[in-house]
């Protein structure tokens, strides 16, 4: 089994920042992708940020130039650096991470238990 903790969050004023991080323990194959959903209240959970073990990047179109997300393979770890913060980016963040297994040929999909984020003044 797979455990992906998730830190940060917390309530910020319109233009400010916040910095979330997600740690993956336990059972490890290759880890890829890593990264960040949202839900907001009422709203579907959309992709926010999203790496591969080789750098690659995707972005929400809303995130683009305030968000950046990165990773550390070594220690199985993903950080969201959120700039610029808007009203509505409020919602509740998840990690979620792609796992594959070569010696079963097998994907299991992992999320973290998800971190409030509130932008409001």
Partial sequence: QVELVESGGGLVQPGGSLRLSCAASGNIGVINPMGWYRQAPGKESELVAGIMSGGSTNYADSVKGRF????DNAKNTVTLQMNSLKPEDTAVYYCNAYIYYP???SVS??????TQVTVSS
């Fill in 103 to 105: 010696d079963s040929d």
């Fill in 109 to 114: 999909v992992y999320w973290g238990q998800g």
């Fill in 68 to 71: 950046t997300v990165s990773r």
